[in-house]
Structure formats: C-alpha cells, structure tokens
Nanobody, 117 residues
C-alpha cells in the first residue's frame, strides 16, 4: 500500500518560515520524482517544486528564491523549506510521487499552510 504523509503545516505570520515533510512508503522512493503542489481555495492545484531521482530541482517562478525542495532517500522523505512566507502562500500543500514502478502518480492527503498575522 502506497502512502504519502505530509506534515509540518500550520499557522505562521507573514515573513515566517515553515518546513514541510512528506514521508513515503510502498514505493521505491529513490527511483521516483517527488514534488510539492499547492491548492488555494477556489483555485487549481499548482506545482511548487519538484526534485528528480538525481536531485535536479525545478521551482515555480513565483516561488523561486523562497522555497527549497530536498530529499533524503535513506528516510524516504521529501522536504519543502519555505521562507519569507506571504498571505498568498496560504493553501493546502500536497506531496506527489511519480512512481516508475507503478507507472502512475500518488498523492498525499495534504497539509494546511496559513500565513496570517
């Protein structure tokens, strides 16, 4: 059974930081591209950042310089460090695994990030 479990969300003031984690099980983590996405109320789900098996990263233009994606293959975990948070960063953040073994994507349940004073 494939599971992606996000954690680390919460309420933070503008300008603050958060580190999200996504622990994966049931997939061959080291072989899969991982990504973070977010969805604000009434909006579509958009990519935040992705990281390939060899560590190559891509970021949404609007977030470059404020977020860093990383992975620890020994822990089957992908992280998203977010700095200088803005109210418009408020959204549910989702982890996605693109599984080569299963030939499909898997999603976590999401973690809420709220940026507000």
């Amino acid at each position: 059974q494939v599971q992606l479990v996000e954690s680390g969300g919460g309420l933070v003031q503008p300008g603050g930081s958060l580190r999200l984690s996504c622990a994966a099980s049931g997939i061959i983590f080291s072989r899969d591209t991982m990504g973070w996405y977010r969805q604000a109320p009434g909006k579509q789900r958009d990519v935040v950042a992705t990281i390939t098996t060899n560590g190559r990263t891509n970021y949404a233009d609007s977030l470059k310089g404020r977020v860093t994606i990383s992975r620890d293959n020994a822990k089957n975990t992908v992280y998203l460090q977010m700095n200088s948070l803005k109210p418009e960063d408020t959204a549910v953040y989702y982890c996605k695994a693109t599984s080569r073994y299963y030939g499909r994507d898997f999603w976590g349940q999401g973690t809420q990030v709220t940026v507000s004073s």
